[in-house]
Each structure stands twice: as structure tokens, then as C-alpha cells.
Nanobody
């Protein structure tokens, strides 16, 4: 059974930083690209970032480019999202999401087949 468990969310002031983690189990983590997506209050799901199988290639939504960094540790089956210079508009529930295709990565792909339960990030003074 695929399980994705996010952690690290919280309340932070504008301009602050947070680091999210996602512990993955139930599948061969190193053979799947991974994503972060988010959902702001009253809005739909927004894709944030993805990362290739080995972690060498990444892609970001324009809204977070230059402020967020996605990374992964395949030895620990863990996905990360470093968020800096946070803005109130970054307030959302953040989810890690598994890409559906084995041994495949495309920077333009925003597809996923499983996502976790999410972690709340609130940016407010």
C-alpha cells in the first residue's frame, strides 16, 4: 500500500522559512518522480514542483521559482521542500504526490496517482 506522510508545516511570518518532509513507503521510491502540490483555501490543486528519480533535475511553478527548493533522499525514502521568502499567498495545504509512471520523468508532467494527507502552511503576521 502506497503511503505518503507529510510533516513540517506550521505558522510562519512573511519572509520566513519552512522545510517540509514527506516519508514514502509501499513502493520503490527511487523509481518514481515525485511532486509537491498545494491547495489554498477555496481554490483548486496547484502544482508546485517536481523532481526526477535521482534528484538531479527539478522543475518549479513560476509562483515559487527562486524561493522553493525540492530535493529527495532515496536512501531514506524521503522527499523535501525547502520554502524561503514565504508570502501570504503561499498559505495552503501542501501535499507530496507520486508520479504514476515507473522509471520516467518529465519536467512538464504534473500527473500523480497518490498523494498524502497534507500539511498546513500558514503565512501570516
Amino acid at each position: 500500500e502506497v503511503q505518503l506522510v507529510e510533516s513540517g508545516g506550521g505558522l510562519v511570518q512573511p519572509g520566513g522559512s519552512l522545510k517540509l518532509s514527506c516519508a514514502a513507503s509501499g513502493f520503490t521510491f527511487s523509481r518514481y518522480a515525485m511532486n509537491w502540490v498545494r491547495q489554498a483555501p477555496g481554490k483548486g490543486i496547484e502544482w508546485v514542483s517536481n523532481i526526477s528519480l535521482g534528484g538531479r533535475t527539478t522543475n518549479y511553478a513560476d509562483s515559487v521559482k527562486g524561493r522553493f527548493t525540492i530535493s529527495r533522499d532515496n536512501a531514506k525514502n524521503t522527499l523535501y521542500l525547502d520554502m524561503n521568502s514565504l508570502k501570504p499567498e503561499d498559505t495552503a495545504v501542501y501535499y507530496c504526490a507520486k508520479s504514476p509512471r515507473l522509471d520516467y520523468y518529465s519536467g512538464s508532467s504534473v500527473d500523480y496517482d497518490y498523494r498524502g494527507q497534507g500539511t498546513q502552511v500558514t503565512v501570516s503576521s
